[in-house]
């Protein structure tokens, strides 16, 4: 997980309040994005970005806003909370952007937030 | 949207014994990653395979891109404790595009 921080770790919101996960990375990469993963689905993307002022929906972006206005920060925000937003979210970061991927180009992860929506 | 079947969705096994796992898509990727998640943590990076055809081993664990572009397995040789986790295969189609990951494979080692 070298260089990419996720804040908070844990965090419970009550419904409809707003919040914003950070993500930063210090390693001059493109590519960065934003999975939750629930029990038996795996990784979803939520929204993504190839560079900075460029981002773009991945599978799940409903509920979820981005913004890319440097290349080390990439927030994701929580607008109105709901409980189906209950999960764990990770951050993730590449040196790929619009550069594709290859040797020495591989994904990072942060090591998760955890967010209980109540 | 392009999605990856992984399989299979859970292991039992013994320890000692080897572990295939795959993923397959209905259309071609470009790279493809094999990831390995432990409880509480993120996922890291196991292999990582960028051309069709490409076999890479990482102890003992192998990984190999399919010739078509539309599958990857991943073998774990001799497994041990440690190796419970849940696996995850992704794959990217082209420059500028998501990485898109398959549900997992959720491995169990019985000593």
């Known amino acids: 997980n070298a260089g990419v921080t996720q804040t908070p770790k844990f965090q419970v919101l009550k419904t409809g309040q707003s919040m914003t996960l950070q993500c930063a990375q210090d390693m001059n990469h493109e590519y960065m994005s934003w999975y939750r993963q629930d029990p038996g689905m795996g990784l979803r993307l939520i929204h993504y970005s190839v560079g900075a002022g460029i981002t773009d929906q991945g599978e799940v972006p409903n509920g979820y806003n981005v913004s890319r206005s440097t290349t080390e920060d990439f927030p994701l925000r929580l607008l109105s909370a709901a409980p189906s937003q209950t999960s764990v979210y990770f951050c993730a970061s590449a040196r790929f952007g619009v550069s594709g991927a290859g040797p020495g180009n591989t994904i990072y992860f942060g090591e998760g937030s955890w967010l209980t929506v109540v | 949207g392009q999605q990856l079947n992984q399989s299979p969705q859970s292991m039992f096994i013994q320890e000692g014994e080897d572990v295939s796992m795959n993923c397959t898509s209905s259309s071609i990727f470009n790279t493809w990653l094999w990831y390995k998640q432990d409880p509480g943590e993120g996922p890291v990076l196991l292999i990582a395979?960028?051309?069709?055809?490409e076999l890479t081993s990482n102890g003992r664990l192998t990984a190999q891109f399919g010739i078509t572009r539309k599958d990857s397995f991943l073998n774990i040789s001799a497994s041990i404790p440690s190796d419970v986790g849940i696996y995850f295969c992704a794959g990217q189609y082209q420059a500028g595009t998501a990485l898109i990951f398959g549900k997992g494979t959720t491995l169990s080692v019985s000593s």
């Open positions: 395979l960028y051309k069709a055809g």
